[in-house]
């Protein structure tokens, strides 16, 4: 424990002094380890389920074999909403979510006979933390100066998507069919330090970005009335880049979205409720930069149903914990365990869907938080 504690601290010590010695120290940057910054991107009224039929806002973040579902033009936009109960990271850092104005997704959905095309936008992290005011120190002042400074990094990862579908439909009868997918992502990761004086005056300001590409690939086999299973692969590369002001080296960047392979089944019980479970083996160990975590398994279930042919709801669970190789006591801190109730109002062309999640009673000290989501749907 003390290990990875003292290592941990030493990463945002070593933030600080950069922001004070930018010339001197070039130093990597580390934003992807703070857990509470990974969006809950696919959750909707459908529940937790990344491998499933979702809403087409969420296009960017599901099985993209998933998108057979839709049979005419389908469109969706969303907002997402956190406060957490206990915002410190540690050590007095606190997190937010910055940009609310922002949607968190955006999709939308093309059909041309068995194939589907479809293009999304999506908030992949999102994450602000705060150090609060350090008084500063002077030769001349060893103890203290009178004058205080506040340092706040925020880091965005915006996500945009293209998708390609194919149903073979039908594949033993009318009540089956087999689809497959391929999703490309084009991942842009916006870093902003920001260095105050006396909590007002902004001495320092350092913005960059990065880029990468990942892409997934997934199959669903969907029984009409009776079950569905469905299985894909999410790979994600480094964000590797040089920060570089008037030709001196001033920090790095070297981070990684976790890869993820991801299972999950729905059962239905009759034609209005259903019963759905997905495993998802998140590789976080292949991150360089945080080998203290190991690799770990995000495990959701949940019961939704319909009441009538305009209304579908939703009750669920995750786990999603973050597991050190030695240190076990904090991943009672990092653990993450949500609780989710949903709803679906369908239209004629549009619909609204409604979720609330909520980890404050059952999740680490650092991932207590609710989140609230509202997705807008049309479809021709």
């Known amino acids: 424990m003390r290990n990875s ?15 004070q010695n930018l010339e001197r120290i070039p130093t990597a940057v580390f934003c992807l380890n703070i857990p509470q910054g990974f969006v809950l991107e696919s959750i909707s009224s459908k529940g937790f389920q990344s491998s499933g039929i979702n809403h087409p806002a969420n296009m960017n973040s599901v099985n993209p074999a998933a998108l057979y579902a839709f049979e005419s033009l389908s469109a969706g ?4 909403w956190d406060a957490y109960k206990t915002p410190n990271w540690f050590a007095d850092i606190e997190h937010g979510r910055i940009h609310n104005a922002y949607p968190q997704s955006a999709g939308f959905i093309l059909p041309i006979q068995r194939f589907r095309f479809g293009l999304g936008f999506s908030q992949r992290f999102n994450s602000q933390l705060d150090y609060g005011k350090m008084e500063i120190s002077t030769i001349d002042h060893p103890e203290g100066s009178g004058e205080f400074m506040r340092l706040i990094k925020n880091v965005r990862i915006f996500s945009y998507a293209g998708n390609l579908s194919y149903a073979i439909k039908p594949f033993a009868s009318h ?40 892409w997934s690939t997934g199959i669903l ?36 979205i976790p890869d993820k392979m991801i299972l999950r089944l729905t ?9 759905l479970t997905e495993v998802a083996k998140v590789y976080r160990s292949n991150n360089e930069d945080l080998y203290f975590l190991s690799d770990s398994y995000d495990i959701s279930f949940g019961i939704s149903g319909c009441v009538g042919e305009r209304i579908t709801w939703s009750l669920g669970f995750l786990s999603t914990p973050y597991l050190h190789e030695e240190a076990q006591e904090a991943d ?45 749907g049309y479809y021709l």
Do not use: P
């Not at 936009?77 to 997402?80: G, K």
């Not at 842009?188 to 990468?212: A, F, G, S």
């Not at 009776?226 to 790095?252: A, P």
């Open 175 to 214: 009540k089956n069919t087999i689809s497959i997918g391929l999703q490309g992502k084009y991942n842009t990761l916006y870093y902003n330090n920001k260095m105050c004086l006396n909590d007002e005056t902004v001495y320092q300001e350092i913005e960059n970005r990065t880029d990468n590409i990942g």
């Open 221 to 256: 086999y969907d029984r009409v009335g009776r079950f569905q299973i469905g299985f894909c692969y999410e790979k994600n590369s480094f964000f590797h880049d040089d920060f570089i002001i008037d030709e001196r080296l001033i920090g790095k960047i070297r981070e990684k």
């Open 77 to 80: 936009l969303s907002y997402q």
């Open 332 to 376: 009672y801190r990092l653990y993450g365990q949500y609780l989710l109730g949903g709803i679906n109002l369908r239209f004629d062309h549009f619909d609204i869907d409604c979720t609330i999640v909520t980890s404050t009673m059952q999740a680490g000290e650092w991932r207590k938080q609710i989140t609230g989501k509202m997705i807008l």
């Open 267 to 275: 059962c239905y019980l009759n034609h209005n409720i259903s019963l």
């Open 5 to 19: 504690v003292l290592l941990l601290i030493l990463l945002f010590i070593t933030e600080s002094l950069s922001a």
